[in-house]
């Protein structure tokens, strides 16, 4: 299992959340995604690691900004 961290901007509600949570969630190898719409912070938990690229691409597809992972 691979764990990894990323900061989301321009989220401010539950939808918000679910967007980006679904997004991320269709990622393969994807088995747990955990945002905490607080800090913006969202960790990821996959079978193996991602590339953030991919992650950006599902977070942009959502309607957000991935800051510096």
């Keep these: 299992m691979s764990q990894s961290t990323y900061t ?3 989220m401010t509600c ?3 959340v679910s967007s ?3 997004e991320i969630s269709e990622l393969s190898g994807v088995s747990d ?3 905490d719409l607080a800090t ?6 996959s079978t193996e690691p991602l590339p953030e690229n991919a992650v ?3 977070v942009e597809e959502a309607g ?3 800051v510096n992972a």
Excluded: F, K, M, N
Aim: glycine content about 16%; overall charge neutral.
């Design 14 to 16: 539950g939808h918000c």
């Design 56 to 58: 950006r691409g599902a």
């Design 20 to 22: 980006v949570t679904e």
């Design 33 to 35: 995604v955990a945002v």
């Design 8 to 10: 989301v901007t321009g």
């Design 64 to 66: 957000y900004q991935l």
């Design 40 to 45: 913006g912070a969202v960790t990821v938990t």
